[in-house]
């Protein structure tokens, strides 16, 4: 199994154990992006995660920290601190990665594990593409 994951990790312990589940059962994780209020830092979350599995050639995206809709209710709580500095990025780059894979990866699956931003947005600029995950 080939997989994508987008994940809002950090608020809760969902999105870790799904992470660490896959790489324990050995599944081809050929990206994985965050989503949700302040993306870049729960990317490190992931990067700190990879980096204790010793799976760092991950291919890692910080994608968008707002949602689409109007007025969101924010749920959660923000649980997370990092040691890593916090890296400015273009979430457009997330959505272009995870447009790319699927274009490369015949049998690719995308994991959602949070508010569907990242994948909203790559079904808006390739709505083709995106059929194929």
Known sequence: MRLWIDTDIGDDIDDILAISWALKKGVEIVGISTVYREAEKRLNIVKELLEV????????????????????????????????????????????????AVEKYEDLTVLIIGPQTNIAKACLKAPETMKKA
């Not at 799976?55 to 990092?82: D, F, H």
């Not at 040691?83 to 979430?91: F, G, R, Y």
């Open 53 to 100: 599995a010793n799976k760092k050639e991950i291919n890692l995206y910080a994608g968008y920290s707002s949602v689409i809709t109007n007025n969101p209710i924010p749920l959660g709580k923000l649980n997370y601190k990092s040691a890593l500095d916090v890296e400015e990025s273009n979430p457009e780059t997330a959505v272009d990665a995870l447009i790319a």
